[in-house]
Structure formats: structure tokens, C-alpha cells
């Protein structure tokens, strides 16, 4: 697993019946603690300055797949540090040979957190105070396709 | 499985400590070794961190785990979790919901060989106060604690006083209902006397006495031995530690000091917490003379 958040390894096209329907790349939580899928506030991904919306957007969890809403509701299914999340974007064609630019943001709920800190969360902005053990919320890098 | 006899306050450590290197250049392994290396014993985990599939571990991981303790010496101490009642956006989860949650970590708990549990309570406000239906919560619990043995403990932590109400109104829980599965874990932030110039430090905060732990000792099962500095002499030089583990041992207060270090300079790029936790083991280990 490597230190940055937008791990290099898992990064490709994904073929399905013989048709590129999109491109997967992988995660890991930032966090010093686990958390349950329902903490997790998914934000928006830029490829190259495209915007990709959330809804677009599959995490794939030791091979199951999560949409946006049922992980809404999903207080059970527990992502662990150690265990790296695949985000299967939908894209058909998906990306081309050679180098793209990723800047995604994520980011969580705590329950022993105040209320009101926890209302101001933004997966695509920084929290106001940044405390290293959560995180940050935008990750970036540049990554090839091959 | 391993055991430690001795009577007292004994030395461990929070493997909370290792966030920064846990899963990237540290695996479950290493933080057992380096905790050996330092002659502790007693160790905390962070059951959503530390636990391969958490809250459903493998026969398989299981098994490693006690083979960890048996070859590390090593004592599963306190198993740190949380009550996630604010898990979903939008609602809070029932009191139903939130006891089931607890009585999954105290049976994974138990399988594990742990008798302390740091139950960390969902919070409602920026005073750090519990949801109003706590006690409900672990009362839903209390009965299947005192069937496997274990003592659900909040951690009282800075800017958190031990003479507040938030303490008193955990201790008149635990006179009214006379349980012996219900308890304090304390942090010892709540002693830190000195702050660096300009160093942040919440107004809410006003530092206790060593002195005020003791009519406290009768339900604390454990305590976060936090340490803030320690000086290249191996001083903790912002929290008493000499005065602390004095009281704590003319009281005959018997359990473990697990070492935490919260300092966010631990995710600087080359940064070695075991040397710092190493620091603090020195010091700890020549006031208790173990």
C-alpha cells in the first residue's frame, strides 16, 4: 500500500464483453480508524480537468460492489485502513493511452465528533482545521494508462 | 496464553500510537515486537483499525493473534471502539441499534482475550457530551459485560476535568446501578500543567491535580499513559508523571498505563514514534521500578 491516497497500482480500463465501459484506480482511507460505508461522503473526480459526478461512481469493497445509495444506509459493511476501496467510474471508451491528471475528494463522519463540525464537512474543500490522522479531503495525482 | 502477574501500575502501549505507520511500514507484527523491545506487556488496539476484517475476523486471524500474544508476551489490555450511533447522516441510530453495535465489539472483544473495552461514546455537542440515551445504551449491554467479564470504560480526556460533571454523572451511573462492568479509563491530559508558547489550548480546559484521581481509583480499569514531551532525559516535562504513578501506587491501584502518543508531528515524512514511545518506556519503568 503506498503512503498517497490514490494508490498507483489498480489504475486501468476496464473491459467489459469486449467494450471499455470505463477505468477503475484505487483508494486508501486516510484515516487511523475504519470506518462503515455509511460515514462516507463521496465528493467529485476531475480526470484531466473533466468533472465526473458522484453518481457515476461504483466503490467496490473486497469485490462487492456499493452504489452511492446503498451505502447511504449501509451502517454494517465496515471498510478497514489496511483494506484498499476500487472506484470503478462509468466512462465509456475510457481513457486513453498516456498520462491523466486524478484530483478526487472524499471524506467522513465521526460520531465523537460535534455535530456541528461534522455538518460543515465537504468532500471537495478542506476542513477548516486540517488534523493529519484524518486526512485530507482532495487527493491528487498523475498516473498512466497503458 | 501468556499471563503477567504483577500487581500495580504496569506498562503498555495504544497501538493507536502507530497510526502514521500502521498498514504502510508497520504490520500488526512489528508493533508487538517494538512493544516487547520495550518491556511492556499491556497493549490497546483500535478494533476498527487493527482487527483484518473487522467485526468479523477470520478463525485464521484469530489464531495469529493469540500466537502475537503468546511469542511477544504480550496482554490484550483494552480494546478501543466506538459507539457509531451517528454513522448515517440524517438519523440517529435507535437504542436498540446502538446496543447491538456494543454487544458485537464486547463478544469480539471477549474472543480476543480482552477484559477492558475504551467505549468511545457518540458526542452531541462541542462540550464533548454524550447522546442523552448513553446510559440505555449500556445498561442494553451491561448484562452480557458481566457474562464475559468485561469493563466498559469511556476514556475522561482533555478538556475534560475529573471533578466535572461528565465524570460525576458517569460515577453516579455506576453507584445507582452497582455495576462492576462499567468503569473510567483516564487520560492523562487531563494533569498537563505546561503549554508551549502560542501552543493552542482550549479555554474550556482547566488542568486536575494528580490528587484528584484517587477517589476515582475504585472504578478506573485502566488509563492512557498520554505524554505530550518527553526531554532527551527521558522527562515527560508537561504532565507529573513522578507524582502520578506515586499516588497510583501508594493507592494500590492495580492495572495498566497504556502509553498514547497524539502528537500530529507523528505523520511528519521520517518520523519514528517507536523512539518516542521508547523515551517514554525509559522514564516509565524507572518510576515503577519494574
Known amino acids: ?146 | 496464553m501468556y499471563t503477567y502477574d504483577r500487581k500495580g501500575p504496569k506498562r503498555g502501549v495504544a497501538l493507536y500510537s502507530y497510526s502514521a505507520e500502521f498498514g504502510l511500514t508497520k504490520t500488526l507484527e512489528d508493533c508487538f515486537e517494538d512493544v516487547h523491545d520495550m518491556g511492556a506487556h499491556g497493549i490497546e488496539i483500535l478494533a476498527n483499525t487493527h482487527i483484518e476484517n473487522y467485526p468479523y475476523p477470520s478463525d485464521q486471524w484469530v489464531e495469529n493473534w493469540f500466537r502475537l500474544c503468546d511469542k511477544y508476551e504480550i496482554v490484550p489490555v483494552e480494546y478501543g471502539h466506538w459507539i457509531d450511533s451517528h454513522a448515517v447522516r440524517g438519523r440517529e441510530l435507535t437504542t436498540e441499534e446502538s446496543v447491538e453495535m456494543l454487544c458485537r465489539d464486547l463478544r469480539l472483544a471477549h474472543r480476543l482475550g480482552f477484559t477492558v473495552m475504551r467505549t468511545k461514546m457518540p458526542v452531541i455537542n462541542e462540550k464533548l457530551e454524550p447522546v442523552t440515551n448513553w446510559r440505555e445504551i449500556i445498561k442494553g449491554a451491561l448484562p452480557l459485560a458481566e457474562k464475559l467479564g468485561i469493563q466498559m470504560c469511556p476514556e475522561i480526556h482533555t478538556p475534560s476535568n475529573l471533578k466535572g460533571e461528565m465524570v460525576s454523572e458517569y460515577v453516579k451511573f455506576i453507584e445507582e446501578t452497582g455495576t462492576k462492568n462499567f468503569g473510567l479509563n483516564i487520560d492523562f491530559s487531563v494533569f498537563r500543567t505546561v503549554f508551549g508558547e502560542g501552543e493552542w489550548k482550549d479555554p474550556a480546559f482547566t488542568p486536575n491535580v494528580p490528587e484528584d484521581i484517587i477517589p476515582l481509583l475504585p472504578y478506573v480499569y485502566c488509563c492512557h499513559a498520554k505524554f505530550i514531551n518527553m526531554s532527551d532525559d527521558f522527562e515527560e516535562t508537561t504532565i507529573p508523571y513522578p507524582e502520578i504513578i506515586r499516588i497510583l501506587q501508594e493507592h494500590g491501584w492495580n492495572g495498566y498505563l497504556l502509553s498514547e502518543y497524539e502528537g500530529a508531528d507523528k505523520y511528519d515524512d521520517g518520523y519514528e514514534v517507536g523512539q518516542t514511545l521508547r523515551k517514554q518506556h525509559i522514564m516509565m519503568k524507572n518510576l515503577i521500578g519494574d
Not at chain 1, 469485490?63 to 451502517?75: H, P, V
Not at chain 1, 462509468?90 to 481513457?95: H, I
Request: glycine share 8%.
Open chain 1, 1 to 146: 500500500m503506498e503512503k498517497q491516497v490514490i494508490q498507483s497500482v489498480g489504475f486501468r480500463n476496464i473491459c467489459e464483453n469486449g467494450t471499455v465501459t470505463g477505468f477503475q484506480f484505487k483508494i486508501r482511507l486516510p484515516y487511523y480508524r475504519g470506518v462503515f460505508l455509511s460515514q462516507l461522503m463521496p465528493g467529485t473526480l476531475f480526470v484531466d480537468g473533466e468533472r465526473i459526478e458522484k453518481e457515476d461512481i461504483t466503490w467496490c469493497l473486497k469485490g462487492e460492489d456499493y452504489t452511492l445509495e446503498e451505502m447511504k444506509e449501509d451502517f454494517k459493511t465496515h471498510w478497514t485502513p489496511t483494506d484498499l476501496m476500487v472506484l470503478k467510474v462509468k466512462k465509456p471508451g475510457g481513457l486513453a493511452q498516456g498520462y491523466h491528471d486524478l484530483k478526487y475528494g472524499f471524506c467522513f463522519t465521526s460520531s465523537y465528533m460535534p455535530p456541528f463540525l461534522q455538518a460543515a464537512l465537504d468532500p471537495d474543500k478542506e476542513s477548516f482545521v486540517f488534523m493529519p490522522e484524518f486526512g485530507k479531503h482532495v487527493n491528487e495525482r498523475r498516473l498512466l494508462i497503458v
